[in-house]
Each structure stands twice: as structure tokens, then as C-alpha cells.
């Protein structure tokens, strides 16, 4: 199996697009519910799609994300990753998402639950 480094990043519609931009400036991968024609889905509905697609979910639902990971971790349903923050200002937020992505690989976060909180400014 093919080793992957960089994350690729579906980011949920708690989240602007505006953050999938800049990421995507800097080289990133990522794209954003409102962009692939999902803004109306449900919670499940957006990290079946994250999966289909290999991608990690990002997101600022992280009650309900917390649950669906649950739920994949019982059933030992593999996907890309659940990642969550509390809502931040956009600048702060993409330092947070910079600094995961240059430090967790994806292989690494397969099948994990990550908090952004984890990359805040020591």
C-alpha cells in the first residue's frame, strides 16, 4: 500500500470556503462542501462523502462529529480522518490547519479524531 504525506482536506459547510482557498494558494489540497455541491447534506451524508473521496473532514461540529466518530471506531469502519476546531477567526484557523498539516501525515490520521486545539500557539 502507498504511503500518503500530505492530508487531503474536505472541509465542511460550518467552515467559510474562503479557508480552502488559501490553502489551495499554499499548495494544499482541499476543497469545500459549498464548491462540490453539498451544502445541504447531513453530518453522516458529508463524511460519507469525505471518505469516498479520501479525504479528511474538517470541521467546527465537534459534538456531533465526536458521536459519528464513535460510530465508525464500534463498527471498525475505516475512513480518512475527523478533524475539529472551535470556531476561530479565519487567520488563526488556517495557522492551526497549516501547522497540522505540516505535522500529521495521512496516513497518520487515518482513522483518527484531531483537534486543532492541539496546534494552537505555545
Known sequence: MAHTLFIALY???DITP???RLLRERGFDAVSAYE???ADLSDPEHLVYAAAQDRALL????KD????FDRLWWERTPHPGIIVS???PLGELLVRVLRMLDSVTADEMRNG?????EFAAR
Open 59 to 62: 470541521t467546527f461540529n465537534s
Open 18 to 20: 474562503r479557508l480552502v
Open 86 to 88: 472551535e470556531q476561530l
Open 113 to 117: 479524531f484531531r483537534n486543532l486545539g
Open 65 to 68: 462529529f465526536a458521536v459519528l
Open 11 to 13: 472541509v465542511d459547510t
Open 36 to 38: 462540490v455541491g453539498n
